[in-house]
């Protein structure tokens, strides 16, 4: 029986009321419009995004290959170990200044 009763005020509440006389200027306006393209750009590149990254991993991963292929392309049968060894101790040695080997 309440929610009659408050349904029925809220109806005719609604009802009685007159016309409001007011002014909304046009900075209101442009304000809404600003919110809402800044709203509605940031879904836009939040979706994009989302839909591009598995299409920017199987780009990464085709270089990756393809840059493996030409590396190996480019190396000789006439490599000796001791090329390649003196090449991993010359890696070794060489200063980096990468964060995973600094103290």
């Not at 442009?30 to 919110?35: D, K, N, P, R």
């Not at 836009?44 to 840059?67: E, Y």
């Not at 890696?91 to 600094?102: F, V, Y």
Request: hydrophobic content about 45%; proline content about 5%; aromatic content about 6%.
């Amino acid at each position: 029986m309440r929610k009659i009763y408050i349904a029925f005020l809220t109806v005719s509440a609604l009802l009685l009321t007159g016309t409001a006389v007011a002014y909304v200027g046009p900075g209101a306006g442009i304000s809404v419009l600003g919110a809402l393209w800044g709203l509605i750009i940031g879904v836009v590149m939040a979706v994009g995004i989302i839909l591009f990254w598995p299409i920017r991993m199987m780009i990464r991963k085709l270089k990756a290959n393809k840059d493996g292929q030409t590396t190996a392309a480019n190396t000789t049968a006439s490599e000796t170990d001791e090329d390649q060894d003196t090449r991993g101790e010359q890696a070794a040695t060489s200063p980096t200044s990468s964060p995973s080997q600094m103290p």
